[in-house]
C-alpha cells in the first residue's frame, strides 16, 4: 500500500525557517517525481513545488509565490522528499500535502497519492 | 498560467440525485485534467485522470467528460458519503492550477 506521511509543521514567526519531510512507503521511490502542494484555511488548493525522479536529472519546479524562498530536494536512501521553506511569511499558512506524481516527471502527470498533510502557521 | 473556474462553488442536491460540476480552462489542456475529492479535514483523493479515466477503486456512479477547455464531473446518483468538496486540476502546464473547488452539500 502507497504511503506518504508528511512531518515538521508547526509555529514559526515571520521570517523563520521551517523543514518539511515526506516519507514515502509501499513503492520505488525513486522511479517517481514528488510534488508539494498546500492549502490555506477555508481556501483552496495550490502547487508548490516538484522534484523530477533520478532519472530525470532530480530537477525542480517552483511557484512564483515560493520561488528563491524554498527547495525542494529528496533522499532515495530514506525514501524521503523534504521542503526547505526560509524567509517564511504570514501568507505561508497553510496545511502542506505532498504527492506521489503519477511518473517520474518526464511529462503530464497527475497526482496519484497524496499524504495527510502538515500545518504550517507562520504568525507573530 | 492556465486559469481554472469551477461552478457552481457549492451546491445541494438529495441523495439520488444526478449532480454535474463544471470546470472551465482559460486555454486548452486536452485531456490533462484531474478531478479529486476532498473530505472534511482530509487530503484530496484521485478520482479521475486524464479528463475521463477513473482511478482504481472509485465507484463507478463518478464520471468525467471533456476536452479542450471545458469539462465535467458527474455523480450519477449522490450518496451520504459523496459529502465533499471537489476540485479539478490541470496538469498539461506549470505552474499546475486548480479550480476553486465545489463543496457538495447533501438535503
Known amino acids: 500500500e502507497v504511503q506518504l506521511v508528511e512531518s515538521g509543521g508547526g509555529l514559526v514567526q515571520p521570517g523563520q525557517s521551517l523543514r518539511l519531510s515526506c516519507t514515502a512507503s509501499g513503492y520505488t521511490f525513486g522511479d517517481y517525481a514528488v510534488s508539494w502542494f498546500r492549502q490555506a484555511p477555508g481556501k483552496g488548493l495550490e502547487w508548490v513545488s516538484f522534484i523530477r525522479s533520478k532519472i530525470y536529472g532530480g530537477t525542480t519546479e517552483y511557484a512564483a509565490s515560493v520561488k528563491g524562498r524554498f527547495t525542494i530536494s529528496k533522499d532515495e536512501s530514506k525514501n524521503t522528499a523534504y521542503l526547505q521553506m526560509n524567509s517564511l511569511k504570514t501568507e505561508d499558512t497553510a496545511v502542506y500535502y505532498c504527492?506521489?506524481?503519477?511518473?517520474?516527471?518526464?511529462?503530464?502527470?497527475?497526482?496519484?497519492?497524496w499524504g495527510q498533510g502538515t500545518l504550517v502557521t507562520v504568525s507573530s | 498560467d492556465i486559469q481554472m473556474t469551477q461552478s457552481p462553488s457549492t451546491l445541494s442536491a438529495s441523495v439520488g440525485d444526478r449532480v454535474t460540476i463544471t470546470c472551465r480552462a482559460s486555454?486548452?489542456?486536452?485531456?490533462?485534467l484531474a478531478w479529486y475529492q476532498q473530505k472534511p479535514g482530509k487530503a484530496p483523493k484521485l478520482l479521475i485522470y486524464k479528463a475521463s479515466t477513473l482511478e482504481s477503486g472509485v465507484p463507478s456512479r463518478f464520471s468525467g467528460s471533456g476536452s479542450g477547455t471545458e469539462f465535467t464531473l458527474t455523480i450519477s446518483s449522490l450518496q451520504p458519503d459523496d459529502l465533499a468538496t471537489y476540485h479539478c486540476q490541470q496538469y498539461k502546464t506549470a505552474p499546475w492550477t486548480f479550480g476553486q473547488g465545489t463543496k457538495v452539500e447533501i438535503k
Open positions: 486555454q486548452s489542456i486536452s485531456s490533462w
Open positions: 504527492t506521489r506524481v503519477c511518473g517520474p516527471g518526464s511529462g503530464t502527470c497527475y497526482n496519484d497519492y
